[in-house]
């Protein structure tokens, strides 16, 4: 009885042990080397590392060195890696431990934790601790159901204390992750805790082919495998969405008992990252893959004869989730600055669908949902976000709550009254409807092509690389199919927008990913509940 007492006593005393783990700091098993696509973040980075390598260089200027340091960035680009880089490369003891741990069912467990964590810190010490998915502990104080008495506030409070008690002579830096800053409190981001706030942003081009390099390396790629190609391929995606398109690939390989991952398997692994796997039971009429074909093929000949829209990657009416087919649209370079006239053309083009349908069978389908959707919006950006709008101004409409650092919408709140909503939703048809307008003017223009595309597109499915430019040159294919490399003329032919058209001048925005339009351009049709 006395020593089931015992136990019973050490176990409820061990609540108020801190969970982190402390990395061994002679054995790395990630370095800095293995971080790429983030150059910026870790050259902060480096410079923490520096300083408890080498503190007497900093020491004997003056400085001081950042309490804290605050990975801000989306899922998946690479937050925790980076700090796992840090650890491998400081050459100090570092302990990590994730936001959630800290609070348990009973009180005050959580701000015992947190003094443990530093105790050993401190006996440590020079070290780094590393607080993952800090925004689990460190929510805006006030806003729990418990009100000051709330447990996850007692743990934010010793946090705060504990980070703001630190001596010089201490020399424990602290690193934190987050993908939500906006609900952080104010005084865990003050100046003396976290000090600094390293943004980890999506990575452009040359850092996606950093990043496929870093996660291809070892593996056994074709020869014809160009990562550079692969980089233009892939816009919006993350580090994490690189390493799982590679790893795609190479399953993809293995299931097909292939010695070495060739470029094919790379093609099929994007479009299974973007859009999921192929629907092979899905059964599906003649009369219905042959409307999901004309879908396809009005929205790349109108992508293709508009000057300002993206160019055609590839068009399929192979079945992914909820898409009957699509059509993959890539920009020549990655865009950070958006204009009227290629949020006209985008409009146009995402009306190319369903303005085929009409033309070809008379019919409307619900295969044009999604397409109406993503117009409708980029037209309520324009007017309410960005001030394209001829009638109502260069101004904006509604207060939007935003993530400052991610760039990602939250909500929006109405501030205009009811005339100028009836304006906004006036505004907005006439876009939508000049966009409708071009997709008729263009597949009236180029019906013989359309006809070609779909044709080819019931025989084989998909298309891309030289039979995709022979399609649109109006020229006799070579019936392979999807041939795998883009290769669409730089020079579409030209074409006169009617009068009809609002005043083009160029006005920057945003990347569309904040208005949830995905970076990589992809119409598709619809199942009619997308």
Request: charged share 25%.
């Amino acid at each position: 009885m006395m020593r089931q007492a015992q136990g019973s006593n050490n176990q409820t005393m061990s609540f108020g042990r801190s969970r982190a783990r402390m990395m061994p700091f002679n054995r790395p098993t990630v370095t800095f080397s293995d971080v790429a696509g983030v150059d910026e973040a870790k050259t902060e980075l480096v410079e923490v590392v520096e300083f408890l390598k080498y503190p007497e260089r900093f020491l004997s200027l003056g400085a001081r060195i950042p309490k804290g340091v605050l990975l801000v960035g989306q899922p998946g680009t690479g937050k925790t890696l980076l700090a796992r880089a840090v650890a491998g490369e400081a050459g100090v003891p570092f302990f990590h431990i994730s936001g959630s741990e800290f609070v348990e069912m009973f009180v005050g467990v959580g701000a015992a934790r947190v003094r443990d964590l530093f105790e050993q810190a401190k006996r440590n010490a020079p070290c780094i601790v590393f607080v993952d998915e800090i925004d689990a502990v460190g929510r805006h104080r006030g806003a729990g159901l418990g009100g000051g008495h709330d447990e996850r506030e007692q743990t934010l409070n010793q946090i705060l204390v504990e980070m703001d008690g630190f001596e010089s002579t201490t020399n424990i830096i602290v690193l934190a992750a987050t993908n939500r800053p906006d609900i952080l409190d104010p005084a865990l981001l003050r100046p003396g805790r976290f000090d600094r706030r390293v943004v980890l942003d999506l990575p452009d081009v040359v850092g996606r082919q950093a990043i496929l390099k870093v996660h291809s390396a070892g593996k056994p790629l074709a020869p014809e495998i160009n990562l550079e190609t692969l980089a233009k391929e892939t816009p919006g995606f993350s580090g994490a969405d690189l390493s799982n398109l590679i790893n795609e690939a190479a399953l993809l390989a293995a299931r097909k008992n292939q010695k070495i991952i060739l470029m094919p398997d790379f093609e099929e692994a994007v479009e299974r990252v973007v859009a999921g796997p192929e629907r092979k039971s899905r059964v599906i009429s003649s009369r219905e893959k042959e409307m999901t074909a004309y879908h396809e093929a009005g929205h790349a000949l109108v992508a293709w004869s508009l000057p300002h829209a993206d160019r055609v990657h590839k068009i399929s009416i192979i079945s992914r989730g909820n898409m009957g087919g699509h059509t993959t649209l890539l920009p020549d370079e990655d865009r950070y600055l958006w204009t009227k006239n290629q949020f006209l053309d985008m409009m146009a083009v995402t009306m190319g669908g369903r303005v085929a349908e009409e033309q070809i069978f008379d019919e409307v389908t619900t295969g044009a949902s999604n397409d109406l959707e993503r117009a409708t919006k980029i037209a309520l950006s324009m007017i309410k976000r960005y001030g394209m709008s001829s009638s109502l101004g260069p101004r904006t409409f509604g207060k939007r709550e935003e993530l400052v650092f991610l760039g990602r919408e939250l909500s929006e709140e109405r501030d205009y009254g009811d005339k100028v909503a009836e304006e906004i939703d006036q505004e907005v048809k006439e876009l939508v409807n000049n966009a409708y307008v071009q997709a008729c003017n263009i597949l009236n223009d180029n019906q013989p092509n359309l006809v070609r595309i779909a044709e080819y597109l019931i025989e084989h499915e998909a298309v891309s690389g030289d039979d995709l430019q022979r399609l649109f040159n109006g020229e006799e294919t070579s019936g392979g199919g999807d041939t795998g490399t883009p290769a669409i003329p730089s020079e579409p032919p030209p074409y006169a927008p009617k009068p009809a058209q609002p005043n083009i001048s160029p006005q920057p925005a945003p990347s569309l990913s904040s208005q949830n339009t995905p970076d990589v351009g992809t119409m598709s049709t619809g199942s009619g509940d997308d």
